[in-house]
């Protein structure tokens, strides 16, 4: 075989999210009343964007063969914490960034702390956290409030040379500057051994633990830009339980359209991004078609549960009942 | 030893797990530029020692000399870096990832903090080459491999971190001949290189080619060492076990050969690439056995039995009559009564945390309730009738039945089904890995069972117990029966020549029949 | 979710009573000290009528924690729980609306909804091996969608039945809230089906090891199957009994009880990997969960503070005894 195809097989999970999220943005511009205008690409995106680095933070952990149900309520907290620091002159402003970006790996490094050195189910654990960080947000701000650096949000909300959105190219940045370099570092490669054979990584002398601990910390570094940007996004802090609830619950589903095994050591989180757009814009369908957007809860779990569904195609082929147990 | 000083010595090891004591004050020392066999039977220590050796797991007492100064190793990392690699029986690859990536998974090269993927796939053709396995792509994924590759693969790894002391543990048990015959080439080239290499091998032929020194483990202490090629193989194998190696098999009944109708009978039956149009019948009160080079279906064929299969072709006849058996649940049913004792006791027969009471009566639980309500009188006096009748040494029925010796545990998944009075039994290599004692008491139950009207399917990879045992015996190559042999055919030339696949009747072989050959991948 | 237990399966018994279960034991010295503190705050805290007060509080949280139980004995997770309670408070509300025979049937409906969550729980675990993390979140987004729709987002404005006000807030026995006689019952009943039947030690065994389980014999999927669908029918009742409680169902009702009820299963000593744990202690874990919760309302905690303490409590308990074994 050509090392292309090596690639192609490789890239596959990445490359179908891709194409399912360039069909649905296609129908969705097509029927969109305004049409594909820079506006509707930059609202468009702008959403997309949220859910997408929370995908990208749920990625990380997942490969790992871990979850993170705490990413919603990091994602929150973060957005609460900004909304009281990321204000004032540039200085302050830029201060405000750093501690709300250090706010979120220390909640990542906890979870990953507790998970990996603790040895406790990251299930629970992340849950517990969870409730922690949500608790906190939730003193930073009991009811919605807080303002933010609007020169910044503005900016980073809005469009290069009027055309191109600058959340995407904020996207892009960190795709480069934060999973580019996990992903071909020693600590990203243990990450991906421990979640496909944890016994084999460590045979193989392997640094688990760190690499596990990388992917949780960057995980709340992640979910804490997206928090972030939620607060560039609507100006104020809210500690909304459900909306948090909502995030981890799409940062997941976005995860598994993206091509990421639930039970760890495949996938990229660039799959994961388009899995989070391509998600954002089968929800959004829902306006263009003029449907009252009571349904949309609805809709958003039905495309959930098919496409947590759709893996178990692979069931179909197997053979061998005991497989169903490994 | 020849007065060279040696590069590596252990002194006084001792590990224990829980209350079995695997290595007990054992000693070993290994020299630079030669190649030391490690021999013994199953559970003489031999794993851990080398566990121990590559910081898998940290001994209990003693220590560990490397060039004359004292070494700990705090994990398998610290031992790579002091130059000890170790091919391991359960592969250590990483399956999602590919084989460049293995390749130099302890160590990748960097280039500005990354790993540097154009010197990585370098190292690993090179590493490949070495290994005499070219043909493995570097970007393939080793999941997608068969496990002869994949072997390849694992050696080209070891070889890929530069070591000083290499230990190959039952390294080629799947690999083909063509492979086995590269590998002996890097092997030798490796030590004329000046590398110390530990050899651990079932395969006495292998050894004999190979090694320089060997040394053989019993009961987790070295009881002998001797350069190769000073003791002859019978005097090895009683070092090994320790006394006279001699089974004692219960009489086989004599009987006009299948007269009563079929109870098991199997027409053309075929799956995947796995199984290839086989036709048996098992009768009444007889012993078949099935044989063969490991991994040539005999698993799959019984799994085929007990409805663990899907998209069988052919036809299973139960009784004479066709019958679909769509999973273990319908296969243990009284209308076909069949138990199935499974490859792997640790995670297919028992759940180990479970107390033995629990475990024994798992597979009668039907049986045993009113109304879905466990009957828990009748539940004892069947399981006291069950440790009576296997001997099953236990300190009582309410411990974790992980707690038991392997052979106990083996008494118990065999007990559980014998709760359900099963007509059909079929057996996959109940033997492997217990004691010589339990062995015994299971070969008597099996022809009593038999005697008792059970029809029984018996796979062993030991060509004694086949002998002994079996009333017929079917050689099964490539997922195909290649030969029955009847009464007094069943002998260790038939098996190990029609296991083979050859017809000449000449095979040098002894030493072999204690350990075929794992799978010579077809 | 690879666990390396070299040396690590310590032999634990699945039994009810347990000789000194460390975890149980914890979780009984942890109510005491709880009363001991509370005991400091206010005279009140030992009287009779507000422990009464507690266990009736308790019963709701209890009931749900043993459908959680049940599902995280076979290694699982029910994470569709918070929708299963709503769905079966505003379903069992909506069915009082129509007449006499709605009113009559209103509590089975509501159960027979959560029902039918558990099932579409069990047959993607079971039978299409779906993670029970990813199709429980699934469901739960689906039944919230349905709900959404069906009460277009504000809380209904039926109200609960009084044959529910008076399973949950009624006396049928002078002195002992019906609540509590509930939970009692379907207490006593979970021990008795763990412990006695068939299906209990199922369901320990799939817990420990699935497929030699299977390869006994046994139909393991219709296990995990039924023990969803009880899982489901429980959390609904447990609804039922909210709205009884409340006289009527609301939207986000059904959010405290996830975290509480895991966390209860797993305080008591259940291991969340499967396979092990008591009743006992899944009854000490409610009632520690309770009494952390009424302690800090009596504190007058903000809800902030109290998910908060929460949190820490749940992972310093756990970090305590729930920890896995150490590899080497």
């Known amino acids: ?326 | 030893m020849d007065g060279a000083v040696p590069l590596f010595r252990m002194e006084g090891i001792s590990k224990r797990y829980g209350g079995v004591r695997a290595l007990e004050k054992a000693e070993l020392s290994v020299t630079s530029g030669s190649i030391h066999a490690i021999l013994g039977e199953n559970g003489a220590g031999k794993s851990t020692l080398i566990k121990i050796m590559a910081g898998v797991v940290a001994p209990d007492e003693g220590r560990m000399m490397l060039d004359g100064s004292e070494v700990t190793f705090a994990s398998p990392a610290a031992a790579n870096q002091a130059g000890i690699v170790c091919i391991f029986q359960e592969l250590s690859l990483v399956p999602e990832l590919s084989v460049a990536d293995n390749i130099v998974i302890s160590d990748p090269p960097k280039r500005f903090g990354m790993i540097d993927r154009k010197a990585q796939r370098r190292i690993a053709e090179e590493a490949l080459a070495r290994a005499g396995a070219a043909d493995i792509h570097p970007l393939a994924l080793v999941k997608d491999l068969p496990l002869s590759r994949r072997q390849m693969v694992e050696i080209a790894k070891a070889l890929a971190r530069k070591p000083r002391i290499l230990i190959l543990d039952e390294a080629t048990s799947a690999l083909t001949a063509a492979d086995v015959a590269k590998i002996f080439g890097v092997l030798k080239r490796l030590r004329s290189e000046g590398l110390a290499l530990l050899y651990i091998s079932h395969r006495m032929n292998e050894i004999a080619e190979l090694a320089d020194q060997c040394t053989v483990f019993r009961n987790g202490r070295n009881v002998a060492s001797y350069a190769a090629g000073t003791k002859s193989d019978n005097e090895v194998v009683e070092l090994m076990i320790g006394r006279e190696y001699s089974h004692i098999f219960p009489p086989k009944p004599v009987r006009a050969p299948a007269t009563a109708a079929p109870v098991l009978e199997a027409r053309k039956l075929s799956w995947t690439d796995r199984l290839d149009n086989i036709s048996l019948t098992v009768g009444a009160g007889e012993v078949v056995g099935l044989g063969g080079l490991d991994g040539q279906g005999q698993r799959e064929l019984l799994l085929a039995f007990f409805g663990v299969l899907r998209g069988l072709s052919g036809q299973i006849l139960i009784d004479g009559k066709p019958t679909t058996i769509a999973s273990p649940a319908a296969a243990r049913d009284d209308r076909i009564g069949m138990a199935l004792i499974p490859e792997d006791r640790k995670t297919e027969g028992l759940m180990l945390p479970m107390t033995v009471r629990e475990n024994l009566s798992f597979a009668a639980l039907d049986r045993l309730s009113k109304a879905g309500i466990i009957d828990r009188a009748a539940e004892q006096r069947l399981i006291d009738d069950m440790v009576g009748l296997l001997a099953i040494k236990t300190a009582g029925l309410d411990i974790p039945v992980g707690a038991l010796s392997g052979g106990n545990q083996q008494k118990v998944v065999i007990a559980k089904w014998l709760m359900r009075q099963p007509r059909i039994i079929l057996l996959n290599d109940p033997t492997r890995g217990i004691d010589v004692g339990t062995k015994q008491e299971l070969y008597q139950l099996m022809r009593k069972l038999a005697d008792q009207g059970a029809a029984i399917l018996f796979y062993s990879t030991d060509y004694d117990e086949l002998i002994g045992c079996c009333d017929r015996v079917l050689v099964l190559y490539d997922g195909a029966v290649k030969r029955e042999l009847v009464g007094a055919e069943i002998t260790e030339r038939a098996l190990i020549a029609s296991a083979l696949n050859i017809h000449g009747e000449e095979m040098p072989v002894r030493g072999m029949a204690k350990t075929p050959a794992r799978g010579a991948d077809a | 979710m690879s666990e390396t237990t070299i040396g690590g399966i310590a032999g634990r018994m699945p039994k009810f009573i347990r000789r000194a279960d460390p975890a149980v034991l914890t979780a009984f010295a942890c109510i005491v000290l709880l009363l001991f503190l509370g005991s400091l705050y206010s005279r009140s805290f030992l009287s009779p009528e507000y422990l009464l007060q507690q266990l009736k509080v308790a019963s709701f949280l209890g009931i749900i924690a043993t459908g959680m139980m049940l599902v995280i004995l076979l290694g699982q997770i029910d994470l569709s729980v918070p929708w299963s309670v709503a769905t079966g408070a505003m379903m069992a509300c909506a069915a009082a609306a129509y007449g006499p025979v709605g009113v009559a049937l209103a509590v089975p409906f509501g159960i027979f909804c959560g029902v039918l969550i558990g099932i579409v729980n069990g047959v993607g675990v079971a039978y299409l091996r779906i993670p029970s993390m990813i199709i429980t979140l699934a469901t739960n987004a689906v039944a919230q969608g349905l709900m959404v729709v069906y009460t277009g987002g504000f809380s209904p404005q039926d109200s609960a039945t009084r044959a529910m006000r008076y399973l949950a807030t009624g006396f049928a026995i002078p002195g002992v809230p019906n609540a509590v006689i509930i939970w009692a019952l379907i207490g006593a009943a979970m021990v008795f089906v763990l412990t006695r039947t068939g299906f209990g030690r199922t369901v320990y065994g799939i817990g420990n090891r699935e497929r030699a389980a299977y390869l006994s014999g046994v139909d393991t999927r219709r296990v995990v199957l039924i023990a969803f669908a009880i899982s489901g029918g429980l959390s609904a009742f447990g609804g039922v009994l909210l709205a009884g409680y409340a006289s009527k169902a609301a939207q986000s009702m059904g959010d405290a009880y996830l975290l509480p009820s895991i966390a209860a299963v797993v305080l008591g000593g259940t291991s969340i990997l499967g396979g092990r744990g008591s009743y006992l202690g899944t009854v000490a874990g409610v009632i520690l969960i309770t009494l952390l919760q009424s302690i800090l309302s009596v504190m007058q905690m903000p809800e902030a503070g109290r998910q908060i303490i929460y949190g820490v409590v749940i992972v310093a308990m756990l970090l305590l005894y729930g920890r896995a074994p150490a590899s080497r």
């Open chain 1, 1 to 326: 075989m050509k090392d292309w195809r090596y690639w192609l097989a490789e890239q596959r999970g990445t490359l179908l999210a891709f194409g399912i999220f360039i069909v649905m943005f296609i129908i969705y511009t097509s029927n969109h009343p305004a049409g594909f205008t820079a506006n509707v690409v930059q609202t468009a995106s702008n959403k997309g964007v949220l859910l997408a680095f929370v995908a990208m933070a749920q990625t990380l952990v997942v490969i790992t063969a871990g979850i993170d149900l705490s990413v919603g309520m990091i994602f929150l907290l973060t957005n609460c914490l900004a909304s009281w620091l990321v204000i004032g002159t540039g200085i302050e402003t830029a201060f405000g960034v750093v501690a709300v970006l250090g706010t979120g790996l220390l909640c990542g490094a906890i979870n990953g702390a507790i998970v990996i050195y603790g040895r406790l189910q990251p299930i629970v654990a992340t849950i517990a956290t969870g409730a922690v960080y949500f608790g906190i947000a939730l003193l930073l701000r009991p009811f919605p409030g807080g303002s933010v650096n609007e020169d910044l949000a503005d900016a980073l909300t809005g469009r290069l040379f009027g055309v191109v959105p600058a959340s995407l190219v904020v996207l892009l940045a960190v795709v480069l500057v934060v999973w580019v370099p996990f992903s071909r570092s020693v600590l990203g490669r243990a990450a991906y051994a421990a979640g496909s054979s944890e016994m084999a990584a460590y045979m193989s002398g392997v640094p688990i633990r760190r690499g596990k601990f990388a992917a949780y910390a960057l995980a709340g570094l992640l979910a804490a830009i997206g928090g972030l940007f939620l607060t560039f996004f609507t100006y104020t802090g809210e500690a909304a339980y459900a909306s948090g609830n909502a995030y981890t619950l799409f940062s997941i589903a976005a995860v598994v359209l993206g091509g990421v095994s639930l039970f760890g050591g495949k996938g990229s989180a660039i799959g994961a991004i388009f899995g989070a757009l391509a998600f954002r814009t089968i929800g959004d369908l829902l306006f263009v078609f003029d449907f009252d957007p009571l349904w949309q809860p609805l809709f958003q779990g039905v495309i959930l549960l098919i496409a947590v569904s759709l893996g178990a195609f692979a069931l179909f082929r197997v053979r061998n009942r005991l497989e169903w147990f490994l």
